[in-house]
Each structure stands twice: as structure tokens, then as C-alpha cells.
């Protein structure tokens, strides 16, 4: 493993300054030729900056702490929202194709948990927003009964398609 790169002292001290000064941390980063890593290190007193006091980061004075879990929670719920959406999009995808039944029935267990887990993520936006009237959702089907039924229409549509003219007597 090669060793750490040593950096000039006045190089430092730019740095650290520029942030201080307000400058992007982007523009810090090309004009001294460090990582993001690097400069968060010399921001804390840290590798060439020991000894240095550390720099308060900018997203810390800005944004009180109690307000991070919020982010995170709306974070999680659009990516467990995302991940409903690519979930059903692949079983339509494989409803398209002729599967057999056991797997047929997998995707149908998996739909039934995917449904059951978007209505607890409306329970939670729903409990979120009574907290943050302001907010609103912008989440996911605003009606999970009009969402089974559109889904079950789309699935009985693919269905249908893949059907022969004999089995669409029946």
C-alpha cells in the first residue's frame, strides 16, 4: 500500500480556510486537489491538519440534529416505495412470460407482502403528515384499493394476452 500523500502546510491552511469562508466544498476540492475524505479530515484537525482546531462542517450549523431523522425516515420511505414499484414491475414482466405455476404463486405471495407493506408505509406517511400538516405525501397511490385493482386489471390483461383463443371461452 503506498503511503499517504503529505500535504504543503500553505495548502492546508487554503483549504481550510476556503471552507471557513464559505466556499463550495466542490471548488475547495478542485482548486487543492484533495478528496472530499481528505477535506473533511482537515476540517476535523486531523492527517496534516493535526494539531489544528476543527471547523464546525457547515450541514451541522445549518440543520439541528433533531431534524436528520426526518431526512433519513423520508429517505427510507421513498426507497422502500421504489423497491415496491421494481418489485411489481418484474413480476409483471414475468407474468408476461409463461411461468409455471409455483412461480406464479411466489410472485403472488410476494405481491400480497408488497401490498401489505405499502399499506403500512400509507399508515406511516399518513401518521407523518397529521405531525406535519405542511408536508403532505407525494408518495406512492393515494388509494391502495384503486392500486390491488389497477394491479389485478394490468396482471388479468397479461393474462388474457398470453391466453389462447380456446381458453378464452372458458
Do not use: C
Request: net charge positive; charged share 35%.
Amino acid at each position: 500500500m503506498p503511503a499517504p500523500l503529505k500535504l504543503a502546510h500553505d495548502r492546508v491552511v487554503r483549504a481550510r480556510n476556503d471552507y471557513i469562508d464559505g466556499k463550495h466544498t466542490a471548488e475547495i476540492i478542485a482548486e487543492n486537489g484533495l478528496s472530499l475524505s481528505t477535506l473533511y479530515k482537515l476540517l476535523a484537525g486531523k492527517g496534516a491538519a493535526a494539531g489544528m482546531p476543527v471547523i464546525t462542517l457547515r450541514r451541522d450549523l445549518l440543520q439541528p440534529r433533531a431534524q436528520r431523522p426526518a431526512r433519513v425516515r423520508a429517505s427510507l420511505v421513498d426507497r422502500l416505495w421504489r423497491a415496491a414499484d421494481r418489485q411489481v414491475r418484474e413480476i409483471e414482466k414475468r407474468l408476461r412470460l409463461d411461468t409455471p405455476p409455483d412461480e406464479r404463486e411466489r410472485d403472488a405471495r410476494v405481491l400480497a407482502t408488497t401490498v401489505k407493506t405499502l399499506r403500512e408505509l400509507r399508515a406511516l406517511d399518513a401518521a407523518q403528515a397529521e405531525q406535519e400538516p405542511a408536508r403532505g405525501n407525494e408518495h406512492g397511490p393515494n388509494n391502495l384499493d384503486d392500486f390491488r385493482r389497477e394491479l389485478a386489471r394490468k396482471m388479468d390483461a397479461v393474462i388474457a394476452s398470453r391466453a389462447g383463443p380456446s381458453d378464452r371461452g372458458a
